[in-house]
């Protein structure tokens, strides 16, 4: 099993592929696409940590087939447009002893001796930040820089395609 996270992916808002300048032409364009990257990396046995804005005008049905059609469990650490629809869907925690992280506004998460934080929103400072824990958000589609060992994982930044753990620690070695 692999660990991924991604952020504002906006499933259902067309004004979004302009306001970000996103590469697709219409909103089943961009749902296409979105899933196509996803499905590409994530396998059936991966998990995804969802760092908020996952759907955004899209109806509960329309949320629900794109939510099933994308690989491995996934979990929400919610942003400001993930409202009671996208929270209802099936989130599953990373952890089964704790299955009240499946939804969640922010998470701690270690793997591999490495501690990851979790927010929809970039924070000056987060736990365990002078322990080299790693600041994961979303929210500001790549307007933000990085400071220190924070870094937005939203689709704007990382080609429209969830990240691994191995990608972000080598994100992070080179600087």
Not at 82 to 89: Q, R, Y
Not at 106 to 135: C, G
């Amino acid at each position: 099993m692999a660990f991924f996270f991604t952020a504002d992916t906006h499933f259902g808002h067309e004004r979004i592929i302009d306001l970000c300048n996103r590469p697709f032409k219409t909103v089943e364009d961009q749902t296409r696409g979105l899933i196509e990257r996803w499905n590409n990396v994530v396998s059936a046995n991966d998990h995804v940590f969802v760092i908020g804005d996952f759907a955004f005008k899209a109806d509960r049905d329309t949320q629900l087939q794109i939510f099933t059609s994308l690989n491995g469990t996934k979990s929400l650490i919610s942003g400001n447009h993930d409202h009671s629809g996208v929270k209802e869907l099936p989130w599953t925690s990373y952890n089964a002893c704790k299955p009240e992280l499946a939804v969640t506004s922010q998470l701690r998460f270690r793997y591999e001796k490495q501690t990851y934080f979790m927010n929809h929103y970039a924070m000056r400072t987060w736990p365990e930040d002078h322990h080299d824990a790693i600041h994961l958000f979303g929210h500001s589609h790549g307007t933000l820089p990085d400071l220190g060992r924070s870094t937005d994982v939203g689709v704007d930044c990382w080609n429209y395609t969830p990240v691994s753990t191995a990608q972000i620690k080598q994100y992070f070695a080179k600087s």
